[in-house]
């Protein structure tokens, strides 16, 4: 079973950059479609973009709105690792960030069978 690793998090003040990173301990995320979510304790988990396999090409990456234009997914195959700068944060991108893999880009958290422990992101107001 793979295991994905999230690093980058950490409390920072309105309108700082974080980048957390992505790691898969085992195997290569090359072949699979990379997703970034995040969740609020007491509120439902939500998908901020997703990145499809390198061999599949679905379309322009997708964001949720409220990071339009202020975060940007990527990945580093010589390091076999998936990124997402996030810039001008705000106190509502306070959340647990999780990297998750799966088999095709998907709205539903569900068809990512594999998920990292999470790395917290706070942004005080």
């Known amino acids: 079973q793979v295991q994905l690793v999230e690093s980058g998090g950490g409390l920072v003040q309105p309108g700082d950059s974080l980048r957390l990173s992505c790691v898969a301990s085992?195997?290569?995320?090359?072949?699979?479609?990379v997703g970034w979510f995040r969740q609020v304790p007491g509120k439902e988990r939500e998908q901020i973009s997703c990145l499809s396999a390198r061999s599949r090409y679905n379309g322009p990456i997708k964001y949720v709105d409220s990071v339009k234009g202020r975060f940007t997914i990527s990945r580093a195959n010589a390091k076999n690792t998936v990124y997402l700068q996030m810039n001008s944060l705000k106190p509502e991108d306070t959340a647990i960030y999780y990297c998750?893999?799966?088999?095709?880009?998907?709205?539903?958290?569900?068809?990512?069978?594999?998920w990292g422990q999470g790395t917290q992101v706070t942004v005080p107001s």
């Open positions: 998750a893999r799966g088999n095709h880009c998907s709205r539903s958290g569900k068809d990512f069978p594999s």
């Open positions: 085992s195997g290569s995320l090359d072949f699979y479609a």
